[in-house]
Nanobody, 125 residues
């Protein structure tokens, strides 16, 4: 499985970015997909997840109301629309595919076995 994340960059606080993750090597539409983020000295944390058909999403409390996760199974692509970005959103963002098929969105990294290379998001004041 290969996951290719893109869309990161430098943005001012209050601005927006959209991350994309293109998957190959596994039937994309059968797996839960998620975004995690990581900052130096901290564990990788769950940001948002979406079930295989895109009808159910889950967001961390810190991003609820600001971030939206979605997917286009015809394009094997997942997105993360990030609005009203805050300084504390600065991190490397990783996309991930869950290890097994199913509908449950889990927030634990151990349930995901395929990871993208990460894309840096930097929010400035």
């Amino acid at each position: 499985v290969q996951l290719q994340a893109s869309g990161g960059g430098l943005v001012q606080a209050g601005g927006s970015l959209r991350l994309s993750c293109v998957a190959s090597g596994r039937p994309f539409g059968r797996y839960v997909m998620a975004w995690f983020r990581e900052t130096p000295g901290k564990d990788r944390e769950f940001v948002s997840g979406v079930n295989p058909d895109g009808t159910t999403t889950n967001h961390a409390d810190s991003v609820k109301g600001r971030f939206t996760i979605s997917r286009d199974n015809a394009k094997n692509t997942m997105y993360l629309q990030m609005n009203n970005l805050k300084l504390e959103d600065t991190a490397v963002y990783y996309c991930a595919m869950r290890r097994s098929t199913g509908n449950a969105i889990t927030t634990l990294t151990s349930y995901y076995d395929s990871w993208g290379q990460g894309t840096q998001v930097t929010v400035s004041s």
